[in-house]
């Protein structure tokens, strides 16, 4: 069965600093890897995908998000935190077989100005 | 394109009564899935529906349950409420041709039970 796990409940940063949000599945195959963005009161909203290809992937509002088979990890990346990054962020697995995506449990990302 | 609709935004029931979740998907999408986002578990799959027929279902009590009309939109039912049902209810749809599991997400509805 496919899982998904993000260790980091929540994360704090500095408006202005880099971030890494770290994700980490098990699937057999190669998965089709997502990240979602929740802002409060929201749905989720796609943030980026990885389906095959180039492992560096680029997403909307400036996030970026690598997958490594070997670590089985599909962490996402901001080179710069703006205020408005503050949110919940989801990441995803799915898989050709599978209709069905797995969510982790979510990172909270709190932005101190 | 209007996207996922739910309704209604936020709904308050007591212990033992029924509540009805409504979700129209993207114009186009067959595929409406179910979602439960309680407090610090993320989200928790509940139905896929897929061409008006239930697909699979998570690892729920028979008391959630759904279905899907012919123009696909969906509704979650939640029968004999219980505390712990409070949480964000998440619709969502897919385009089926793709099958590349990208969903599109409504806003949610809230249900609280007292």
């Known amino acids: 069965a496919q899982s998904v796990t993000q260790p980091d409940i929540h994360i704090t940063v500095s408006e202005g600093a880099s971030l890494e949000l770290r994700c980490n599945y098990s699937?057999?195959?190669?998965?089709?890897l997502f990240w979602y963005v929740q802002s409060p009161g929201q749905g989720l909203q796609l943030l980026l995908k990885?389906?095959?290809?180039?492992?560096l992937v680029q997403g909307i509002k400036g996030f970026e998000a690598e997958f490594k088979r070997s670590q089985s990890s599909f962490n996402l990346r901001k080179p710069s935190v703006h205020w408005s990054d503050a949110a919940e962020y989801f990441c995803?697995?799915?898989?050709?077989?599978?209709?069905?995506?797995?969510f982790g449990r979510g990172t909270s990302l709190i932005v101190h100005p | 394109e209007a996207g996922v609709t739910q309704s209604p935004t936020h709904l308050i029931k007591t212990r033992g009564q029924q509540a009805t979740l409504r979700c129209s998907p993207i114009?186009?999408?067959?595929?409406v899935y179910w979602y439960q986002q309680a407090l610090g578990l993320g989200l928790q799959f509940l139905l896929w529906?897929?061409?008006?027929?239930?697909?699979n279902r998570g690892n729920f009590p028979p008391r959630f349950s759904g279905r899907q009309f012919p123009n696909y939109s969906s509704e979650l039912n939640v029968n004999a409420l219980e505390l712990e049902d409070s949480a964000l209810y998440l619709c969502?749809?897919?385009?089926?041709?793709?099958?590349?599991?990208?969903?599109?997400f409504g806003e949610g509805s809230r249900l609280t039970v007292l």
């Open positions: 114009s186009g999408h067959t595929s």
């Open positions: 995803a697995v799915s898989s050709g077989g599978s209709y069905i995506p797995t």
């Open positions: 699937y057999g195959a190669t998965p089709y």
């Open positions: 529906y897929d061409e008006g027929e239930e697909r």
């Open positions: 990885y389906f095959s290809g180039d492992t």
């Open positions: 969502a749809s897919k385009n089926r041709v793709t099958n590349t599991g990208e969903l599109f």
